[in-house]
């Protein structure tokens, strides 16, 4: 069973159990990524849950138990569902979506054809881009893409729309630091760099991200946490773009070690990240003096 054979199937079941429409889809994620949606519609709300099959299909190809992954398709339905009436009466008003604007980094030349379309900022190699955070029940929370006909519908521009997102996004995704150990585990972060004991031969590496673990490598456009670390260290800050989710920082010891971040940064990218999940192949250094970021 194909791809596109498994997610018909899918459709068709859900559809029939659930007694309910659905819709089948090929959604453009991020660098130019397209996956299978389905979108099982709820005609007491405005929002329906969305569903990624390939992860599915994926664990399908490595089980063989297609009973198990529908359960699961049916589980993360129910988990996601909005548990009362959702409407989208209160998105078109901009005095209620005022302090819930939000932005989160992605590749500029990567995602040129859907920056097209929707309103974004130049930052480096990077676009910081958009959206509208939610919360669709007690326990998930969403976000809505802002496309260029929302500013019109807002009555907004570009400019007021990235002030509103430079004031929220800190507040609503505050930064936290981890060590890389810590977070590779499951650690708690704290929001101050942590303490480290200095060591001649092994690099002292912490992951920047935010409270969600979300598209927290918008955390590098913030004011305090690139401040932050290069106080404690005494040093400017390298920054590497492990995803557009976390940040991998180090202090800067010696130019000539660039090269070898720039090749593992690219070679990891390469190998253990999800394609939609890929930010920058990029270094970058954070200079403590004039707080300013450069490329490597």
């Known amino acids: 069973m194909d791809i596109n054979q498994?997610?018909?199937?899918?459709?068709d079941f859900t559809a029939a159990y659930l007694k309910t429409k659905t819709e089948l889809t090929e959604k453009h994620k991020l660098n130019g990524v397209r996956q299978h949606q389905l979108t099982i519609m709820d005609p007491k709300s405005d929002i329906s849950p969305m569903i990624y099959l390939e992860p599915y299909y994926g664990l399908y190809l490595r089980t063989g138990n297609l009973t198990a992954v529908i359960e699961g398709i049916l589980k993360d339905y129910h988990h996601t569902r909005p548990i009362r009436a959702f409407g989208m009466k209160w998105f078109r008003d901009i005095n209620q979506v005022r302090d819930k604007i939000c932005y989160r980094l992605i590749n500029y030349g990567a995602n040129k054809e859907l920056l097209d379309s929707i309103p974004h900022t130049k930052f480096l190699d990077l676009a910081?881009?958009?959206?509208v955070h939610c919360q669709i029940n007690d326990r998930t929370s969403g976000h809505i893409t802002v496309f260029n006909n929302h500013?019109?519908?807002?009555d907004i521009s570009p400019d007021e729309l990235d002030r509103l997102a430079e004031s929220n996004t800190p507040i609503l995704h505050s930064p936290v630091f981890f060590r890389i150990e810590e977070y590779a585990f499951g650690g708690t972060g704290t929001p101050e760099p942590p303490d480290e004991e200095e060591t001649d031969d092994i690099p002292r590496m912490h992951v920047l991200t935010n409270i969600h673990k979300s598209n927290g490598a918008a955390a590098m456009c913030y004011d305090g946490p690139l401040r932050k670390y290069s106080a404690k260290t005494g040093k400017d800050t390298v920054i590497l773009p492990s995803?557009?989710?976390?940040?991998?920082l180090t202090p800067l010891e010696d130019t000539s070690d660039i090269g070898g971040l720039q090749k593992m940064v690219k070679e990891i990218n390469a190998t253990q990240?999800?394609?939609?999940?890929?930010?920058?192949?990029?270094v970058y250094i954070y200079r403590k003096v004039t707080r300013q970021i450069e490329t490597a």
């Open 243 to 248: 995803s557009i989710h976390d940040l991998i």
């Open 128 to 131: 910081r881009v958009y959206y």
């Open 6 to 11: 498994f997610a018909q199937y899918v459709q």
């Open 273 to 282: 990240l999800a394609p939609s999940n890929w930010l920058s192949d990029s």
């Open 151 to 154: 500013l019109d519908m807002w």
